[in-house]
């Protein structure tokens, strides 16, 4: 790998993966996006983001319909949901150069135990996690509303040594600051795994569930109680794991979000386009591991049952009670 200019693959050219891509490309990075139903359009026009922070930004990109044509990356950043994961194992080994740093730019909890398995061992696997209010409005068009932070933490792979690990966290928290992102490498991912979840677990269901996006949610007080109640029990979750979650950190949150634009949270833009909800990340798989600890909790469970009919009817699938929380093994860590 150069240092001096990595080559960076875009997994999943949509709201995530275009606004970061295209920011990266901007600061003069050798930047390659990958996509499948927009391609012709991107490839023909370009990626167009429209910031309300940054302008107006729209550049031809190097863009790809197959990963065969995409040369081997030394970065790869995967903006698709987690619902394909599984799928993109392959593709994501195939785009990788020798000693790949692959990132997820995901939310939810088990991203990377799932994926992990599925590739090289050869392979970095690193979490990303984006603070950043945006959406796909059209083929080849991003919306930015606010925000934009991401911060990166290394999950596992071959630097087995913790200042190696750090070391390359922070290398790609350093391409993302240079393209004027603000990033940081994170000592503990799985902490701050569970730390996002504080507001993507109420906003994210409750869009869905209330059809209301962040300013109808925080201008009911019936809502708003529901949100703090929702958020105070992911602050419980995390400390039966054993992970800190500062003292107001639900609060701050929960303040922050009354300043926002409105916004329509990602689940809300997937139930509409009647694509399948990221509920065993954000719901299911946290409430099995609070449970695992002695844990309960009820909010989540109910919202997650709720979600989960909504998700099988607006998919045209069996109306069946949700699916059982999955078995979580036996951890001596997260």
Same mark, same amino acid.
């Given at each position: 790998?150069?240092?001096?200019?990595? %080559?960076?693959?875009?997994?999943?050219?949509?709201?995530?993966?275009?606004?970061?891509?295209?920011?990266?490309?901007?600061?003069?990075?050798?930047?390659?996006?990958?996509?499948?139903?927009?391609?012709?359009?991107?490839?023909?026009?370009?990626? %167009?983001?429209?910031?309300?922070?940054?302008?107006?930004?729209?550049?031809?990109?190097?863009?790809?319909?197959?990963?065969?044509?995409?040369?081997? !990356?030394?970065?790869?950043?995967?903006?698709?949901?987690?619902?394909?994961?599984?799928?993109?194992?392959?593709?994501?080994?195939?785009?990788?150069?020798?000693? !790949?740093?692959?990132?997820?730019?995901?939310?939810?909890?088990?991203?990377?135990?799932?994926?992990?398995?599925?590739?090289?061992?050869?392979?970095?696997?690193?979490?990303?996690?984006?603070?950043? !209010?945006?959406?796909?409005?059209?083929?080849?068009?991003?919306?930015?509303?606010?925000?934009?932070?991401?911060?990166?933490?290394?999950?596992?792979?071959?630097?087995?040594?913790?200042?190696?690990?750090?070391?390359?966290?922070?290398?790609?928290?350093?391409?993302?600051?240079?393209?004027?992102?603000?990033?940081?490498?994170?000592?503990?991912?799985?902490?701050?795994?569970?730390?996002?979840?504080?507001?993507?677990?109420?906003?994210?269901?409750?869009?869905?569930?209330?059809?209301?996006?962040?300013?109808?949610?925080?201008?009911?007080?019936?809502?708003?109680?529901?949100?703090?109640?929702?958020?105070?029990?992911?602050?419980?979750?995390?400390?039966?794991?054993?992970?800190?979650?500062?003292?107001?950190?639900?609060?701050?949150?929960?303040?922050?979000?009354?300043?926002?634009?409105?916004?329509?949270?990602?689940?809300?833009?997937?139930?509409?386009?009647?694509?399948?909800?990221?509920?065993?990340?954000?719901?299911?798989?946290?409430?099995?591991?609070?449970?695992?600890?002695?844990?309960?909790?009820? %909010?989540?469970?109910?919202?997650?049952?709720?979600?989960?009919?909504?998700?099988?009817?607006?998919?045209?699938?069996?109306?069946?009670?949700?699916?059982?929380?999955?078995?979580?093994?036996?951890?001596?860590?997260?």
């Amino acid at each position: 790998m150069s240092t001096s200019s990595p %080559r960076v693959g875009i997994i999943g050219t949509g709201a995530i993966g275009g606004f970061y891509g295209l920011m990266l490309a901007r600061s003069g990075l050798d930047v390659h996006f990958l996509l499948r139903s927009e391609f012709d359009t991107v490839n023909t026009h370009g990626l %167009r983001v429209e910031s309300a922070v940054h302008g107006t930004l729209q550049m031809p990109v190097q863009a790809y319909a197959d990963v065969a044509d995409m040369p081997p !990356c030394d970065w790869l950043l995967v903006g698709a949901k987690t619902t394909s994961n599984a799928e993109l194992a392959p593709v994501i080994a195939k785009a990788a150069a020798a000693d !790949c740093k692959v990132v997820l730019l995901q939310n939810g909890l088990g991203v990377e135990e799932q994926l992990r398995p599925l590739l090289p061992a050869s392979l970095h696997l690193l979490g990303g996690l984006c603070y950043i !209010c945006v959406n796909r409005e059209a083929p080849g068009v991003v919306r930015h509303q606010a925000l934009g932070a991401v911060n990166l933490g290394y999950h596992s792979g071959p630097a087995v040594d913790a200042v190696m690990r750090q070391n390359i966290a922070e290398a790609g928290a350093d391409l993302f600051r240079a393209a004027g992102i603000d990033s940081q490498a994170m000592g503990n991912l799985a902490q701050a795994r569970w730390q996002k979840l504080v507001w993507n677990v109420p906003y994210n269901g409750l869009s869905v569930l209330l059809r209301a996006n962040t300013t109808a949610l925080m201008s009911n007080p019936h809502s708003r109680a529901l949100i703090q109640a929702l958020m105070a029990e992911v602050v419980e979750g995390a400390r039966s794991r054993g992970h800190e979650v500062p003292e107001g950190y639900a609060e701050h949150l929960f303040a922050a979000t009354e300043k926002m634009p409105d916004y329509w949270p990602s689940m809300y833009h997937d139930f509409t386009g009647q694509r399948p909800l990221e509920l065993d990340v954000i719901y299911a798989e946290p409430l099995a591991r609070a449970r695992e600890a002695g844990c309960s909790l009820p %909010r989540i469970e109910a919202l997650y049952q709720a979600l989960a009919f909504i998700d099988q009817d607006n998919r045209g699938a069996s109306r069946d009670v949700a699916p059982p929380l999955p078995e979580v093994p036996q951890r001596s860590h997260e």
